[in-house]
C-alpha cells in the first residue's frame, strides 16, 4: 500500500505535466485559430483557412511534444531559480540566527567539532593501518604466509616461523591458489666511496617480480631477470632518491660498479622512490638487489603472496599444507600454514580496535550533546515559528530552514573537527613510543574525510528532523499565547532531554569503567616483580657475524679476549655472556619431554625457551639459585642444563628437580639434559611475560652469530664508553652503543601507557560533555520551574530543601545513566579483554571507581543550577508569569 505523502507526490508529477500539455495545447489552438482568421480575412473560407494553418504549422504530435519538453525545461529553470533563492535566503537567517547567539553557537560549534575531531585521528589510523595497509594493486588479496607449530604454543603470544627456502619453493612451484609470492631481506651495508671512508646504506634484496607486484616500473634502465641470478647476481639498482643525490641523475651511472659491503654489483638501473617494501620497515632502501631463493633464508618481512580471484584463506591454507606434507618426512616437527591478513599483523591491532569503540562512544556523546543544545534552542523559539506558520509557512519550508541552520552547523564543525583531528594525529604520530613505530604509516586520506563529512550530513538531517518534530508537536494559537508551551509538551521536552542525558552518563560510565581499568593494568606492570634486577644493568651486542669469523675457535677467541678486558674496567662490578639479550627470547621448537613421564602425542609441537649463558650470568643479573650448582661441565658434550623454579615446581612440587634429565626432541636421537641447578623465576623477556613459564639455561657456546654481553655497574652508562673502545682497539670500526637493560623493561610499558594516556583523554572529553549536557538539563530546568520554586520559598521552604531538590534530580539522571553504563561496561571489558594485566574484566574496584567519579562530576555539573535555584526572589518569580 503506497503511503499518503508519496500519493500526494505522484499527484503533484501528474497535475504539474497536464498543466505543461494544457498550456500547450492551449497555445496551438490560439495560434491555429489566429493564422485561420488572418487566411478567412484575405478571403479563404474556414475549413480551407483551417486546413491551411495546419499545414503550415507542421506535424502536430512532433511540434506538441518539442513544446511540452520546452516548457519543462523552463519550469525546472524557474523551481531551480526559485530553490536557489530560497537557499541563499535560508542560508543568510541561518546565520544571522546562529550570529545572533554566539556563545551557544560557539558551544554547539566546539562540541561537536571534538567529537569529529577525536574520531577523524582515531579513524586514520585504523584507516592506514587495518584498512588500506598495503600500498600495492589489489590489496585486498595480499596475505602473509608463514608457519605455526601444530600444538603446544604455551608461550602466550602469536608465534609465526619463518618458513625454510625449500618449503617457499615448493610453494611456488606447486600452490596454485596464489598469483604471485614475493619475499626478501633488508640489511645495512656499507658503501664504498671515491674518499675511502665507507658509509652505510640500507640493501634490499626482492624477487625480480616484484616490482610488478607492486604496480610500479623503472624510471631508467632494466630490472634483473632470473637469468641475472643464475648468472649470479651481481647487478644491482639504485632508488631515485639516491640516483638522483649521490649519482646527480646521470645516465652514465649505468655499467659502472659499485662496492656493497664484500661484494661488487654493477649499476643497471634505478627503481622509483614509490617503490615500498612491506610495511614495518621503517626506511626505504638505497639499493635493490636479487634475492636468489635457492641459496638464502627469507628475511625480515618474511613472505607475502597475491591469493587468485575467488580463493579464500581457508582454501588457500589447505593447499599449502598438502604441499608442505608431501615435501618433508616422515618424523619432522609438524608444522601447518599460517595465513594473515596485513592488518592483522599490526601489534597494536586490539588496542586499535579498543580505541576505535572508544571514539564512536565520544562521538556519540557529542551528537547527544549537541541535539540537546538544539533542542533547547528549538523551545525557546517555539514563538517565532508559530509566528512563521501563522503567515503562511508551510512545514516543508520550515524544516528546510530548520535543516538548513543545522547543515551549517554540523558544516561548519566537521571543518573544525578534521582540522583538528589533524594536528591530534600529528601529536599521536610526533608523541608515539618506539613499540608502535607503525603509527608513522597513519595518514589523513579520503576515507577519514569521507566519514567525518558523512557523520556531518547525518548528524545535521537529524538534528533538523528533530527540531520539525518538536515544532510540530505544539498548536500554532498555544505557542502564540504567553506562556508559549503546554504544560504536556513541557514534559515531554523534559523527558526527552533528560534521556539524552541519562544516555550520554552511560555512554561515560562505560568509558570511565575501561579507562580505570586499563590505569590500573599498567600500574600493575610497573609493579612487577621481574626476578632481577634491571637498576644498574647494560648490554653491548657483539655481531660476530659481521667481524669476519668463520669457525667458532676465532669466535671464542675473541669473545674470551674482550671478556678479560670487559672485566678489568675499574667502573664494572661484573660481567656475563648470554645469547639472548634481556628483552628479547628465543625458542625451541620440538616435543618437550621429561624422562620418567608419560610422552605426548607425536604430532605435538612445544616452544621452550632457552637461553644459552655463562655461570656468571646468574650474579650479575642478580637472580638467586634456588637448588643445585651452576654448571660444573660447560662443555657441549657435558649436556647440563639450569631450569627455572616455576618449572621445577610444576614438575617435582614435593621433590628435587637436580639429576632429572629432559629433552626438546626433533626425533628419537635428540640427546637428554641433565638438570644440574633451579634458579629463580624471572620474567628476562618483558613485564608482560610470564616468569613461571618453562626457561631453560644452558652453558654458552661459541656457535651464535652474536653475543651479549652483561654488564652490572654501580655508575651510569658513561662508564662503561671504555667498553666501546676496547671493541675499537679489537678490529671493530662501529661498535653498538651500550643499551639499558632498565630502559628496556621500560620501553615494553610505553606502548600500554600510551594506549591508556590514549583512552584516558577520550573518556574525559566523554565525561567533559555529558557534564555539560547535565548542567544544561539542570539549568533549563530551573528556568522553567521559577515560577515553582518562588511559591515553595514563599510558602516557607528553606534554601537546603531547594538545593537537595535540584541535586536529587540530577543525581536521578546520573544513577540511571550510571547504571545502565555499567551494564554496558560489563560487554565493554571483552574488548579491553585483552590489554589487562593483573585485572579482571569483572574488577569490582574499577565498577565501583567508574560510579563514584561520575556521581562526583555529577554534582559539580549540579553546583551552579543549584545556586541559581537558591538565589530566586519569590515575588519576582510569581510577577514574571
Known sequence: MIRTGIKRVFRLALHRRDRWEREVE??????????????VAMGASPDDAYQEAVRKFGPLVESRARLIDAARHREQRMQRTEYLSDLRQDIGFALRSLGRQRSWTAVALLTFALGIGATTAVFSVVSALLLHFMPYP???????????????????????????????????RNAHSFEAFETGQLVKKRLKTVSGDPSEVGVASIFPTFVNFTGQHVVRGRMFTQNDIVDGGRVVLLSETMWRTRFAASDSVFGKVVTLGDSTYQIIGVLPSTVQLPPYVPKSPDFWIPFDIRTENLGVWGLIGRLRPGVDIP????????????????????????????????????SLVMLTGAVALVLLVACANVAHLLLARSASRQRELAIRAALGAGRGRLLRQLLTESMLLTGAGALLGIAIGWAGLKALIALRPGSLNSLELARLDGTTLALAVGVAVASGVL?????????????????LKASALSSSHSRRERRFRAGLVVSEMALSATLIVGAVMLVRSVVN????????????????????????????????????????????????????????????????VGRFQVEGEPPGPENKTDLIDINSIQSAFFATMRIPMKEGTLFTDTLPEA?????????????????????????????????????VGVAGEASTSGPMAESSAPLLYTAYDNGHNSAVVLVRTNADARALSPLLDIARTMGVRRPRPVESVEETMHGFLAGPRFIMLLLTALTLLAVALAAIGLYGVMSHRVAQDTR???IRVALGASGSRIGRTVIARGLALTAAGTVLGLGGARWATKVVESQLHGVSPLDPVSFVVGALVLIAISLVACLVPMRRALAVDPMTAIRSD
Open 138 to 172: 589489489n590489496a585486498n588479496r595480499i596475505v602473509y604466509v608463514s608457519q605455526e607449530p601444530t600444538e603446544g604454543n604455551t608461550t602466550g603470544i602469536s608465534v609465526s616461523i619463518t618458513p625454510v627456502s625449500q618449503i617457499v619453493r615448493e610453494w611456488m
Open 463 to 479: 538534528f533538523g528532523i528533530l527540531g520539525v518534530l518538536q515544532a510540530a508537536r505544539s498548536s500554532t494559537n498555544d505557542s
Open 788 to 790: 515553582e520554586i518562588g
Open 26 to 39: 492551449d497555445e496551438i489552438k490560439l495560434h491555429l485559430a489566429l493564422r485561420a482568421e488572418q487566411l
Open 639 to 675: 649436556r647440563q642444563v639450569i631450569v627455572n623454579a616455576g618449572f621445577a615446581r610444576k614438575h617435582w612440587p614435593a621433590g628435587s628437580a637436580v639429576g632429572h634429565r629432559i629433552r626438546v626432541a626433533h626425533s628419537d636421537k635428540t640427546p637428554w639434559y641433565t638438570i
Open 315 to 350: 582454501q588457500a591454507q589447505r593447499e599449502l599444507d598438502s604441499v608442505y606434507a608431501r615435501s618433508t618426512s616422515t618424523g619432522t616437527i609438524p608444522f601447518r600454514a599460517r595465513i594473515t591478513t596485513p592488518s592483522q599483523r599490526v601489534n597494536f591491532r586490539d
Open 525 to 588: 606492570l610497573q609493579r612487577t616483580d621481574l626476578g632481577f634486577t634491571p637498576h644498574g644493568l647494560y648490554a653491548v651486542t657483539l655481531p660476530l657475524a659481521d667481524y669476519g669469523f668463520e669457525t667458532p675457535a676465532a669466535r671464542a677467541s675473541f669473545v674470551a679476549e674482550f671478556m678479560r678486558r670487559a672485566r678489568a674496567v675499574p667502573s664494572v662490578a661484573s660481567a656475563s655472556l648470554t645469547g639472548v639479550q634481556p628483552g628479547s627470547r628465543w625458542f625451541s
